[in-house]
């Protein structure tokens, strides 16, 4: 028993070992497969890079507006109530929710690169996102259209460039 | 060939035998594990609604103990049951550990993931993987024995993998020209929704104090991977740690990315028996 607990220990040591090995030569070689693999295993062992790559350092900002009985409402911000929240009162709840829209934002800008707004809007990346706009940040009533601005926001000087706009009939 | 491998894996036995670890050290790293998870799930609360309907708006994970909490039959109960998981979380954090309440524990944070699915970070994932390794992991166990050995083993793994995640935090950002002049240390300072302006000063961003700050980061990172072994330097490192994550939790917006690191610092922490003090403990392993 104890020979194999040594040898179950010792095996998971050395993967560790071929894990690191290998996310230090990807910095220079990347295979992307292998690359998936990796990155996989590294969550589920909750091994990772913060702040790396510069994508990870630039801001990103989404809003966006609701058609309702017949009129575009005002602008409204998506990330920046919810941190406020965690800033101002504590809301570990809101800051967790402020990541989620980070991330759906995000996914929903990735997804639209490459596809028009009608191949957008059958995509499962943008049925998250409207369900979640819609459920969370919309009391629940479902609008008749929707618009929507991303954003990245530059540093010096302080701007916002406009990296995905449309508006799409719910 | 076959006799050079039993032999190393006879000392690697032997030398995993006689690795100590106290009790008492054992039990506060599990208490202050499940807290941590007892803590991100009650906090949770507020907003737990909108979790929950964007976890049903999306496939769930095939892994039938990764949905448990989402079934249809739990539809309307799911505020109920999200206080019950709460509940056998706290019971642990006090309960002496048993496999099974390590294993249920372990299925919770599962179905917590599940429901953090996209606002998770490494956070989450870290702490799930100190929850999985605890199921191995039991207070109690006589000297020598297999079940001290599996104790010794999975602390091993742990410190380990600790350790790997500092090197590979230091080297991903040596590799990069931005981190090593500073540039990219001005940048993190001024990520929206991460860095609170109310604490950041503004001599942050001067150019210097981020080649500096740069600098200190990625050398702090590669000495704990390496020097965090050696008794003489463990207890500096780990106070440097201390301010090192209380100061992401707090400038950056991190709060259980700086928890989740200073629990796992008491893989590193020993303790007499009798002793209450850690700090007062670092170098008596």
């Known amino acids: 028993m104890k020979r194999l607990i040594?040898?179950?220990?010792?095996?998971?040591?050395?993967?560790?070992?071929?894990l690191t090995i290998s996310a230090m030569v990807s910095v220079v070689v990347k295979v992307h497969r292998v690359e998936n693999v990796?990155?996989?295993?590294?969550?589920?062992?909750?091994?990772?890079?913060?702040?790396?790559?510069?994508?990870?350092?630039?801001?990103?900002?989404?809003?966006?507006?609701?058609?309702?009985?017949?009129?575009?409402?005002?602008?409204?911000?998506?990330?920046?109530?919810?941190?406020?929240?965690?800033?101002?009162?504590?809301?570990?709840?809101?800051?967790?929710?402020?990541?989620?829209?980070?991330?759906?934002?995000?996914?929903?800008?990735?997804?639209?690169?490459?596809?028009?707004?009608?191949?957008?809007?059958?995509?499962?990346?943008?049925?998250?996102?409207?369900?979640?706009?819609?459920?969370?940040?919309?009391?629940?009533?479902?609008?008749?259209?929707?618009?929507?601005?991303y954003y990245q926001i530059h540093n010096a000087p302080d701007s916002l460039e406009l990296l995905l706009t449309f508006k799409a009939g719910l | 060939m076959k006799n050079k491998f039993d032999a190393l894996l006879a000392n690697f036995q032997q030398w995993l035998e006689n690795y100590s670890f106290s009790d008492k050290s054992l039990s506060l790293f599990r208490r202050c594990v499940y807290l941590l998870l007892f803590l991100k799930m009650v906090l949770l609360w507020p907003q737990l609604d909108v979790f929950y309907q964007h976890t049903l708006s999306r496939k769930l994970p095939d892994f039938i103990f990764s949905r448990l909490l989402f079934y249809p039959v739990f539809y309307n109960w799911y505020y109920m049951l999200w206080g019950l998981a709460c509940s056998v979380v706290a019971f642990a954090i006090y309960h002496k550990s048993t496999r099974l309440l390590s294993v249920i524990v372990f299925v919770i944070g599962l179905n917590y993931l599940t429901l953090m699915y996209m606002a998770d970070n490494l956070a989450d994932s870290l702490l799930h993987f100190f929850i999985f390794s605890l199921i191995f992991i039991r207070e109690g166990a006589e000297k020598g024995t297999p079940r001290q050995m599996l104790n010794n083993a999975?602390?091993?793994?742990?410190?380990?993998?600790?350790?790997?995640?500092?090197?590979?935090?230091?080297?991903?950002?040596?590799?990069?020209?931005?981190?090593?002049?500073?540039s990219f240390m001005q940048l993190v300072w001024r990520i929206p929704y991460y860095a609170d302006v109310r604490f950041v000063p503004q001599w942050f961003l001067n150019p210097w104090v981020g080649v500096f700050t740069a600098w200190f980061v990625m050398l702090f990172e590669m000495a704990f991977a390496f020097l965090i072994w050696f008794k003489p330097v463990r207890k500096w490192l780990l106070l440097c740690g201390l301010l090192f994550h209380i100061g992401i939790a707090v400038f950056l917006s991190l709060p259980d990315f700086g928890l989740t690191m200073l629990v796992g610092y008491f893989l590193f922490t020993h303790y007499k028996p009798g002793h209450t003090s850690a700090l007062a403990n670092l170098n008596n392993p």
Not at chain 1, 6 to 18: D, H, K, S, V
Not at chain 1, 70 to 98: C, I, T
Not at chain 1, 105 to 114: G, I, T, V
Request: glycine letters at 8%; a positive charge.
């Open chain 1, 6 to 18: 040594a040898l179950a220990a010792g095996c998971i040591l050395l993967f560790f070992l071929a």
């Open chain 2, 154 to 182: 999975m602390l091993l793994i742990l410190q380990v993998q600790f350790c790997i995640l500092y090197f590979l935090n230091a080297y991903g950002k040596m590799v990069i020209a931005g981190w090593r002049d500073g």
């Open chain 1, 38 to 149: 990796r990155l996989r295993v590294q969550k589920y062992c909750g091994l990772g890079v913060l702040f790396n790559r510069k994508s990870t350092l630039t801001g990103k900002a989404t809003a966006y507006r609701l058609y309702k009985k017949g009129q575009w409402q005002s602008w409204q911000q998506l990330q920046q109530p919810l941190y406020s929240k965690y800033a101002h009162a504590g809301s570990y709840a809101a800051l967790k929710h402020s990541r989620l829209d980070i991330n759906l934002s995000d996914n929903l800008y990735s997804a639209s690169k490459d596809k028009t707004v009608e191949e957008l809007k059958g995509t499962k990346i943008y049925k998250e996102f409207t369900q979640h706009l819609l459920y969370s940040h919309s009391n629940g009533t479902a609008p008749d259209s929707l618009e929507i601005s």
